[in-house]
């Protein structure tokens, strides 16, 4: 019998509540995962409203039947993808980001250290490269340049070698309980409570499913189809995401100067950035998952 993997969504009111403000529209989960935020959008739709949701994981969109409503549609698509709709069709574009809970506690996925499963960890099952057939023929230096980049590991290049010397010796690693051992036995010292395999997990990752690159060619086409007034509410649990979020935030709330024309008016704002948003003490409590998340929600101007 399949276990049902449970996954409690992070700031869920928050985010609803700072998305959804018209009844009658089309808005976007960008990321469904398992449907938390889906159905509380939907609970605020009229009739006439829509949602349409994305995600690249063949168990989301299987789970997404469930939802059993009319007004909401999946694409089996990544985020990046946002830019396929209408210009100016959805008043709301939601994206909650990393990994939910299903995938990390299962370990076929191959996410967590915390179970012993194949080193897989790809979003998508059906297409790709998996992280142990990425590690069993990259070089010293591209591994630990994807440790040090996306999980900001100061012992990247020792993991990176020492990955490459079990393959050398054992052959490739291929399950997750031999990576975090490895990482053990490469990273000298951690900061308490954390598990040395952390970072490297995060970033192999990170690096396998693009997640960083798909962040940012999404957020540049929920301009595209964002109407004016519409809102942009985006999840992030750790600061390489947030960093990006805030940045292009940051970078589309003000005039745009042509340097080159210095006397050519200013290109007007694209967003508002309306605030930022943490889970409060009673979520954290309950779903340690919560302690890393910033929310930050930002409106389409009628530029």
Known sequence: MQTSW???TV????????????????YIDATFGRGGHSRLILS????DGRLVAFDKDPVAVAESAKVGDARFSIRHQGFRHLGDLPPASAAGVLMDLGVSSPQIDNPER??????????DMRMDTTRGESVAEWLATAEVQQIAEVIRDYGEERFALPVAKAIV???QERGPVSTTTE??????GAVKTREPGQNPATRTFQALRIFINAEL????QALEASLH???????LVVISFHSLEDRIVKQFIATHSRDEFDRRAPFAPPKAMKLKALGRVRPGQDEVAANARARSAIMRVAERTAA
């Open 179 to 184: 990576l975090a051992e490895l990482v053990a």
């Open 6 to 8: 449970q996954h409690t």
């Open 11 to 26: 700031l869920l009111d928050e985010a609803v509540d700072a998305l959804v403000t018209d009844p009658d529209a089309t």
């Open 225 to 231: 189809v964002l109407r004016p007034g519409g809102r």
């Open 44 to 47: 605020r739709l009229s009739p």
């Open 165 to 167: 010397a079990r393959r």
């Open 213 to 216: 690159e798909e962040l940012q």
């Open 110 to 119: 191959g996410f967590s250290f915390r179970f012993d499963g194949p080193l």
